[in-house]
C-alpha cells in the first residue's frame, strides 16, 4: 500500500477537542463525516473553522478531516482552527509566522469559572435582604 501523505494536528477550546488531518486533495472539507456548511450552521462558525486556511491561502490543495467533541458549536470550530493551524505548521514550518500575526497558534485559554459554596453562581451572589 502506498504511503498516505497527511499532517496531523490537535487544536482545544473550553471543553471542545478537535483532531484535525490534511491530506493533499481538492479541497474537501469535513466534520464528524458531514460536510462543513452542514455541521457548522452559522455563517460566524464556517468563518471560524476555515480561517487558517484562508490565511495559509492553500483552500484547495488539502482535503480537511476531523473529529470533534465536547463543548459547544463555537467552540467546536475554534478548536477546528486551531488544530488546522497547527497542521498546517507541520506541513510548512515557514506559515508559523503568518499565522502567528493572526494570533492562531495559540489556544484560548479561557474556560468555564467553577461556581463558588453560598453563592448563586461563580460570581452571582443570592439577593441580600435585611429583613
Do not use: H
Request: aromatic share 8%; hydrophobic share 35%.
Amino acid at each position: 500500500m502506498a504511503d498516505l501523505i497527511q499532517y496531523y494536528g490537535t487544536g482545544r477550546r473550553k471543553s471542545s477537542i478537535a483532531r484535525v488531518f490534511l491530506r493533499p486533495g481538492s479541497g474537501k472539507f469535513t466534520v464528524n463525516k458531514k460536510d462543513v456548511d452542514v455541521y457548522f450552521v452559522t455563517p460566524q462558525q464556517r468563518v471560524a473553522a476555515r480561517r487558517s486556511l484562508g490565511i495559509a491561502g492553500i483552500e484547495e490543495t488539502f482535503d480537511v478531516l476531523t473529529t470533534v467533541r465536547g463543548g459547544g458549536v463555537m467552540g467546536q470550530a475554534d478548536a477546528v482552527k486551531l488544530g488546522i493551524a497547527r497542521a498546517l505548521m507541520e506541513f510548512n514550518p515557514e506559515l508559523r509566522k503568518a499565522l502567528k500575526a493572526e494570533g492562531l497558534t495559540t489556544r484560548d485559554s479561557r474556560g468555564k469559572e467553577r461556581k463558588k459554596y453560598g453563592q448563586k453562581g461563580a460570581r452571582a451572589r443570592f439577593q441580600f435582604s435585611k429583613r
